[in-house]
Structures are given as C-alpha cells and as structure tokens.
C-alpha cells in the first residue's frame, strides 16, 4: 500500500483531533465481525486471556488499573457474558492496551499503517478490547500523536488541549502516561462547579465502527466504551520525543526512590500494574539508561523514524486539508450544554456511600509529595538545571 504523504502531513501538523469519518481499511483481519474475530482468537490460543474486571460501583476516585481485578475469560465467553451490560452486571471487563506481539497473528493479520502514510509502523501498535463503561482515565500521553482506528462497536472521547488547567498526578505511575485526578467517569456532584469550567477547552466525539481520530501530542482525554468496542491505535514516534525521554527518565528515578524497599502493598498502589516488573535493580542502572537518553538526543540517534511536527499557518493547514481525497474533520469545542450533559449524566454514577474499594497505604501528603516532585514543569526545571551544569562543566 502506498503512503499517504498529504495525509501524514495533516495528521502530523494538526492543532486540533481530527475524525476521519467512515475511512476505508482493507485490513484483513477485521473482513468479518466481532464474533469472528474473537472466535479466530480462540481458536489460535491454547489459554484463556487475562481480562480486567472493573467494579462498576467503586466511583469514588477514577476507575484506576490498580483497583481492577484479573480474570482469564475465551474470546466468545466475554462477548456471552459481556457483550451487553445487563442491569444485574457488577464489572465491566477489558482486553486492552496490548501489543501485537500478544495477539495471534491472524488477528492482526493486514494491519497496515501505510494508508496513514506511516508504514514503518513495524508492528508497533497496540489493541483494546472492552465492554460496555470500560474506560481509561483521563491522561496525556507523553509521546508520539496518536491515531485511533474504531473497529467495532462506539467509544467516547472527552479531549482538552494541553494548556487545560487538569491536576497532573503521577500516582499511579504509568511510564509515558500523567493522569489527572479528576474523574470523568462518575463526577463527584460537589465538584461538578469545578468540572464545568473546563467546559471552553472540552472538545469530544463518539468514535463509530470505521472511523479514526487523530489526537495530538499532549492532548488530554478521557476514554470510555459506549458499547463493547475493537479499537487499534498507533503512536507515532516524533523528534521532539527524544528530548521529553529525558524528562521520563528523570520520573522513573523518583518515582522508584520511593518504592525500593517498601511493601508490595505500597508498589501496587504506587505504579501501575504494567510497570510492577520493571523496576531497575538498581541507582546506576537506571543513571546509566539516562546517560544512553542524554547521548541519543545530543547526538540525533534513534533506532526507529522519527518524525517531524512543524505545524503550519491555520491558511495553509486549510489548504492542505482540501486537497484530502476524504472527508476529514477539524473537532470543535463541545457545545457548553452538551458538556454539562456528559457530566450530570456520568455523574449519576457516583455513590458517595460506597466504601473504599481500596486501602490506602500512602497519606494524602506523601501522594502530593511525590506528584509535586513529578510535575511536568518540575521535572522540565530539573532538566533545565542539569544542562546549564553540563555545559558549564564542558566550557571550563
């Protein structure tokens, strides 16, 4: 398939999430529907998936992947339990963020970036599989723009710029990931004031079976499954990545000061349950996995493509966008009474009797602490800090 350079040059200069509407994708291993897809799926593996369970009534805080609970479920037994949330449901139930080297390989068979305009994607993306109200709370993505393709079934996208005044955290840590405290999925009534105040920066859309979004980099954006819904995305890798993997790093370090020696208890309330495993042995490894970033960035050097993002004036953005053989389309910011909407209507979820669905071993003080170590603009301070030394020190 031939690469779509217009298109790519679009989707990497755009300001704003773009929908494609409709777009066509001959990408084989989607031909059929939802059940043959996930009947091809267990057909091709011997064990049963790992799926998340999530409790529908814990709404006190956001539905964090620490709090849910592991269940090995057969393709077709989540689409026979699952497939249409049923009033006497307690979880939703999710297969996501998984990359293609987890998946049988006809389920990713003909997966092709190219018609994007990407095509040394080399299998770098990643595929989520999810119920009904199964959803991931409100983030940015430290790297990459990120392009969406709706597979099956329909999936809700709150988006807001990355300016948005949203409380940056870091617990739980997420390599890659800094979620925000607040919780979109079931508004607390009290602070709904606050909420709607976002309301002239909040952009959304329902993302249907077909269609693709484009997020830009840095872009907020709660996500969450209106019916059970296949998606894949891809993250597309950027120069200016190279120079923000100093900041992860950075992260990494004061995130794992904390948790060494502590209790498995305060590990899996503090990082993610993705990034139990990596933790580095110890101080130097870690030093020495920034030094390799320090180099790579002062040298240029990365072991994939990286693209460029040098966004255009908006007459010239319009102008390529016309010449786009597809209807490709520039969200607005949501209506302000449709926003209030989506807020009191998710907000009917929230029980404020319902008892802590976990046991904290942090206090509030120590959780700030270290989400005020990890800021975004504390750590660009830090790295602004280190390069004034090191080329003090390389001057004299």
């Known amino acids: 398939m031939a690469p779509n350079s217009k298109l790519r040059d679009l989707i990497l200069n755009t300001r704003v999430p773009l929908v494609l509407d409709h777009f066509p994708l001959e990408w084989e291993c989607f031909d059929g529907s939802l059940h043959d897809w996930c009947e091809h799926f267990d057909q091709e593996t ?4 790992a799926f998340e369970l999530m409790a529908l009534a814990d709404t006190r805080t956001p539905q964090w992947e620490r709090k849910r609970r592991s269940s090995p479920l057969r393709m077709l037994q ?10 006497e ?8 963020y998984k990359r293609a080297h987890e ?3 006809n389920c990713v068979k003909g997966i092709d970036f190219s018609c994007f305009g990407f095509p040394e994607h080399g299998n770098d993306f990643s595929l989520w599989l999810g119920s009904e109200q199964a959803n991931t709370p409100c983030h940015y993505d430290t790297f990459g723009v990120n392009i969406v393709v709706q597979v099956h079934g329909c999936k809700s996208w709150l988006l807001f710029p990355p300016e948005t005044p949203l409380q940056s955290t870091r617990v739980p840590y997420e390599e890659s990931s800094v979620y925000c405290l607040e919780n979109f999925y079931a508004p607390d009534p009290d602070k709904m004031q606050e909420l709607e105040a976002l309301s ?3 952009y959304h859309c329902n993302l249907q079976a077909g269609d693709v979004l484009i997020v830009p980099r840095h872009w907020w954006h709660y996500v969450e499954a209106r019916s059970t819904s296949l998606s894949v995305n891809y993250w597309v890798p950027l120069k200016d990545d190279m120079d923000l993997a100093l900041d992860e790093f950075l992260v990494k370090h004061i995130v794992e000061s904390f948790v060494k020696g502590e209790s498995d208890q305060m590990k899996q309330y503090l990082l993610n349950p993705n990034q139990l495993e990596e933790i580095s042995a110890t101080p130097s490894e870690l030093y020495a996995q920034f030094e390799r970033a320090v180099h790579n960035l002062e040298s240029g050097q990365s072991n994939r493509k990286l693209w460029e993002t040098e966004y255009l004036s908006q007459a010239n953005f319009r102008r390529l966008l016309s010449t786009i053989n597809h209807t490709v389309r520039p969200l607005d910011v949501m209506p302000s009474e449709e926003f209030k909407l989506l807020l009191k209507g998710n907000a009917k979820r929230h029980r404020a009797d319902a008892a802590p669905s976990e046991p904290s ?3 509030s003080t120590w959780e700030h602490l270290v989400s005020s170590m990890c800021a975004p603009r504390v750590i660009a301070g830090m790295k602004r800090e280190f390069y004034r030394r090191l080329r003090q020190d390389e001057s004299s």
Do not use: C, D, K
């Open 200 to 202: 002239p920066q909040a």
């Open 89 to 96: 449901q307690t979880h939703w139930a999710a297969y996501q």
């Open 361 to 363: 071993p942090m206090s």
């Open 103 to 105: 998946i049988p390989p």
């Open 78 to 87: 989540f689409l026979r339990e699952y497939g249409v949330l049923e009033e």
């Open 46 to 49: 011997s064990n049963p998936p």
